[in-house]
C-alpha cells in the first residue's frame, strides 16, 4: 500500500520534470512496464529482491550511463540510448557492463528479439536516460525519508486526502486537528466513529461543512489516524 502510495507522489514530483519526449508518439514508461518489468524492478529508489531475475533498471540505466566510452559528453546520451537498443536484442557478457558476479548470480540477458521494436527501444531508452538519473533518485531518496520519519498516523492522514481539508494548526475546510484534540469530550472513540461514519453540524466554524465518512478504511489504520489527532494535543505549538 505504502509502495503504492509511494509511486504516484513520486509521479507527481517526477512528471514535471522528466520530458517524456514520445518517438512516434510510443510511450516509453508504459512500455518499459510492459516489456522489461518482467526481470527489472522499475522502482526509485530501486528494490532489490532475494531472487530477482535482474538488475534493478535504476542499476542498468546508471551501468550505461556511466560506464559508456565517449570522446565527446555530449554523445554520451544518444551511445547509451543506441547501446540499448542493441543490447536487448543482441546481449552478450562481453557487452554487459554487469560486473562478473553479478553476470554469474543473472546469467546474461535473454536476446528481446521479437517481442520489441527498435522504435519501441528508442522509447524505452529516452525515458530511461531522462527517469534514472542521479537527481531524481536523490530527489525520491529524501522524500522517501521524510515519510519514514513521520509518524504513522500522519502518514496515513496525507495518504487518504485528509489534508486537503484539514491542517495540524489551522481550520481549512474542516477543523484545525489540534482543535478537533482539545474538544471536551472527543475520546479515541468519538473520533473513531466520526472518521468511520463521517460528522456534521458538530462545528460552528466549519459552517454547515461536512466530513465524509471513510467507510474503507482499516479499524486499525482509523484507530492509528485518531490517536495520532490526540497526541497533538499536548504537543507544543509549531510551525
Ligand atoms: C527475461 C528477463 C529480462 C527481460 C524481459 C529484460 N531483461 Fe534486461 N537484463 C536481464 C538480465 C538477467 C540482465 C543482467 C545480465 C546482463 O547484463 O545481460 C539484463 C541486463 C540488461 C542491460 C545491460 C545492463 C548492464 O549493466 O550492462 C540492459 C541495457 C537491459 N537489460 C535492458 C532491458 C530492457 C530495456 C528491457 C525491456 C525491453 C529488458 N532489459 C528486459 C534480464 C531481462
Ligand atoms: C471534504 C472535506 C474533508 C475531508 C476530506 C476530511 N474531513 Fe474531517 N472534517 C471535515 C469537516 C467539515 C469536519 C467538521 C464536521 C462537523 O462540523 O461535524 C470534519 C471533522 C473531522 C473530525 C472531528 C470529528 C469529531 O467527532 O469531532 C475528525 C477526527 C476528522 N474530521 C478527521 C478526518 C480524517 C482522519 C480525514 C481523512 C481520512 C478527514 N477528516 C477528511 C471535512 C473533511
Same mark, same amino acid.
Given at each position: 500500500?505504502?509502495?503504492?502510495?509511494?509511486?504516484?507522489? *513520486?509521479?507527481?514530483?517526477?512528471?514535471?520534470? /522528466? =520530458?517524456?519526449? $514520445? &518517438?512516434?508518439?510510443?510511450?516509453?514508461?508504459?512500455?518499459? %512496464?510492459?516489456?522489461?518489468?518482467?526481470?527489472?524492478?522499475?522502482?526509485?529508489?530501486?528494490?532489490?529482491?532475494?531472487?530477482?531475475?535482474?538488475?534493478?533498471?535504476?542499476?542498468?540505466?546508471?551501468?550505461?550511463?556511466?560506464?559508456?566510452?565517449?570522446?565527446?559528453?555530449?554523445?554520451?546520451?544518444?551511445?547509451?540510448?543506441?547501446?540499448?537498443?542493441?543490447?536487448?536484442?543482441?546481449?552478450?557478457?562481453?557487452?554487459?557492463?554487469?560486473?562478473?558476479?553479478? *553476470?554469474?548470480?543473472?546469467?546474461?540477458?535473454? /536476446? =528481446?528479439?521479437? $517481442? &520489441?521494436?527498435?522504435?519501441?527501444?528508442?522509447?524505452?531508452? %529516452?525515458?530511461?536516460?531522462?527517469?534514472?538519473?542521479?537527481?531524481?533518485?536523490?530527489?525520491?531518496?529524501?522524500?522517501?525519508?521524510?515519510?519514514?520519519?513521520?509518524?504513522?498516523?500522519?502518514?496515513?492522514?496525507?495518504?487518504?486526502?485528509?489534508?486537503?481539508?484539514?491542517?495540524?494548526?489551522?481550520?481549512?475546510?474542516?477543523?484545525?486537528?489540534?482543535?478537533?484534540?482539545?474538544?471536551?469530550?472527543?475520546?479515541?472513540?468519538?473520533?473513531?466513529?466520526?472518521?468511520?461514519?463521517?460528522?456534521?453540524?458538530?462545528?460552528?466554524?466549519?459552517?454547515?461543512?461536512?466530513?465524509?465518512?471513510?467507510?474503507?478504511?482499516?479499524?486499525?489504520?482509523?484507530?492509528?489516524?485518531?490517536?495520532?489527532?490526540?497526541?497533538?494535543?499536548?504537543?507544543?505549538?509549531?510551525?
Amino acid at each position: 500500500m505504502r509502495i503504492i502510495f509511494l509511486t504516484s507522489v *513520486l509521479l507527481l514530483l517526477f512528471s514535471g520534470c /522528466s =520530458q517524456d519526449k $514520445k &518517438v512516434n508518439n510510443l510511450d516509453g514508461k508504459k512500455l518499459l %512496464e510492459q516489456k522489461c518489468t518482467k526481470c527489472h524492478n522499475i522502482d526509485l529508489p530501486p528494490k532489490t529482491f532475494k531472487d530477482e531475475k535482474a538488475p534493478a533498471m535504476m542499476a542498468v540505466a546508471f551501468h550505461v550511463v556511466h560506464f559508456i566510452k565517449t570522446e565527446d559528453e555530449s554523445q554520451r546520451i544518444p551511445k547509451a540510448i543506441a547501446f540499448v537498443k542493441d543490447y536487448v536484442i543482441n546481449p552478450s557478457a562481453s557487452k554487459s557492463f554487469c560486473d562478473k558476479a553479478s *553476470l554469474k548470480t543473472y546469467g546474461i540477458m535473454p /536476446s =528481446q528479439k521479437g $517481442k &520489441v521494436t527498435q522504435d519501441e527501444l528508442q522509447a524505452i531508452a %529516452e525515458y530511461m536516460f531522462s527517469h534514472f538519473t542521479e537527481k531524481n533518485l536523490n530527489e525520491a531518496q529524501l522524500l522517501e525519508n521524510k515519510l519514514n520519519a513521520m509518524p504513522k498516523g500522519e502518514r496515513l492522514v496525507l495518504k487518504n486526502g485528509c489534508l486537503s481539508c484539514h491542517k495540524v494548526d489551522k481550520k481549512i475546510v474542516g477543523p484545525a486537528f489540534r482543535d478537533i484534540a482539545k474538544r471536551k469530550g472527543n475520546s479515541l472513540a468519538v473520533l473513531m466513529h466520526s472518521i468511520k461514519n463521517g460528522s456534521k453540524k458538530k462545528y460552528a466554524s466549519s459552517k454547515g461543512a461536512v466530513m465524509p465518512a471513510f467507510k474503507k478504511l482499516r479499524d486499525a489504520d482509523v484507530k492509528t489516524i485518531a490517536q495520532w489527532i490526540l497526541s497533538l494535543k499536548s504537543q507544543k505549538d509549531k510551525k
